[in-house]
């Protein structure tokens, strides 16, 4: 068997130039098919945990299309809807720092309440004297990493709507559940996000509810709307389609360099299957005359496909998880996240579906092989002067 092997090799190298061209489309193809799939299976985990912990309704008030501050009194006659067990007003906004170039997505706290979120809730206990006895903050990774590159690595001076300043200490870390989210989050008291923003202490960015029943969810959603028919109602459901669209979407864009790499992978095979060259053949019946079996002469030539189609498989996934998690994908990972998302860059989580490269393989490298074996069995079958003439 490994004298088999080693002549396998040793065709390989005669035929080198062709072979290598057959290995570069088969690396090319796997690499740009597993990278891609990485990569969206990397942001979906992250988009779909934290669609998880969003909240199961969300009310906006809107004016000329657009989203405006809603009024807290109305989280009261929310609650009394039948269904609903909660109703918070939320104070949140995005705040622009030039000097980075990025926004931060500010979030704000109920010192001694309740929050909308269980992460939340930790975050504001664990710091809930100096939430509520000085100006502090608590911070994203990414946040953090970005104001100390611009020399903030203590505290931040905020720019009120006024021209004022207000000065933030960074009192912690906020530990993300996911990456995406978090990275550029500021969790802050509700009454110091107001002053930042200039809200008045009588209106809030949106209005969370939750509902414990989730068969009542749209109900509640819709008798929300019949009360306030200037608001708009947004379910978790309503975000999770939205999420999958885009995703589905972004992944079109794909779509053409999917079937163009598939199609150059099945001329190959198509080459492969129609027949071997006349060296090929000769190589072939030449050995048939030195005494060689067909089961010899198969294995030979499974060895130089599984060599070639294992080895390119295997370097193009390698290549691909560098690519994606140690590189982090550029310019891959902007098609899905886009290039004018003003954040503070993140990294992506590592996590890689199996079952996907699984169904590359299998739609892969037994297909090559096969497409190698049944010419060969053809010519080997043949006698040895026809196969050489």
Avoid at 67 to 78: K, L, M, P, S
Avoid at 209 to 223: D, S
């Amino acid at each position: 068997m490994k004298n088999l092997f080693a002549f396998a090799l040793g065709s390989l190298l005669r035929r080198g130039a062709k072979n290598l061209f057959i290995f570069v489309i088969f690396f090319l193809m796997v690499f740009v098919l597993a990278s891609v799939f990485m990569v969206t299976h990397a942001l979906k985990k992250e988009m779909f945990t934290t669609l998880s912990a969003l909240p199961q309704i969300t009310v906006q008030r809107i004016v000329a299309g657009r989203q405006t501050q809603i009024g807290v009194e109305r989280a009261e006659r929310i609650a009394r809807i039948l269904g609903v067990s909660q109703a918070l007003p939320r104070v949140w906004g995005f705040y622009y720092f030039p000097r980075a170039g990025v926004n931060y997505s500010i979030v704000g706290l109920e010192s001694f309440g309740q929050q909308y979120r269980a992460d939340l809730q930790k975050a504001a206990d664990l710091y809930v004297e100096k939430l509520a006895a000085e100006d502090v903050m608590i911070v994203g990774p990414g946040v953090k990493k970005s104001l100390a590159e611009h020399f903030y690595p203590e505290s931040f001076l905020f720019v009120k709507p006024d021209g004022s300043l207000k000065k933030v200490r960074i009192a912690g870390v906020f530990k993300p559940q996911t990456v995406l989210e978090s990275n550029d989050l500021i969790l802050m008291e509700n009454s110091l996000v107001r002053e930042i923003f200039g809200m008045d202490e009588s209106m809030a960015t949106d209005i969370v509810v939750r509902v414990p029943n989730k068969e009542e969810i749209p109900t509640v959603a819709r008798k929300i709307r019949e009360i306030y028919p200037d608001t708009r109602v947004i379910t978790r459901e309503d975000l999770r389609i939205s999420y999958q669209n885009v995703f589905d979407y972004k992944s079109g864009i794909f779509l053409a360099l999917f079937i163009v790499a598939v199609f150059t992978f099945f001329i190959i095979l198509y080459d492969k299957a129609s027949g071997l060259s006349s060296e090929e053949k000769r190589e072939i019946g030449i050995l048939k005359a030195l005494g060689w079996k067909i089961g010899d002469i198969m294995r030979v030539k499974f060895f130089e496909a599984a060599v070639i189609s294992l080895t390119a498989y295997l370097l193009a996934v390698t290549a691909a998880v560098a690519y994606v998690f140690m590189a982090q994908a550029p310019l891959l990972k902007h098609l899905f996240t886009g290039f004018s998302v003003l954040k503070p860059p993140f990294a992506l989580p590592f996590t890689v579906d199996v079952g996907t490269l699984a169904l590359i393989f299998f739609v892969t490298v037994p297909v090559y092989i096969a497409a190698t074996l049944i010419p060969s069995w053809k010519a080997a079958t043949l006698d040895a002067d026809e196969v050489i003439r």
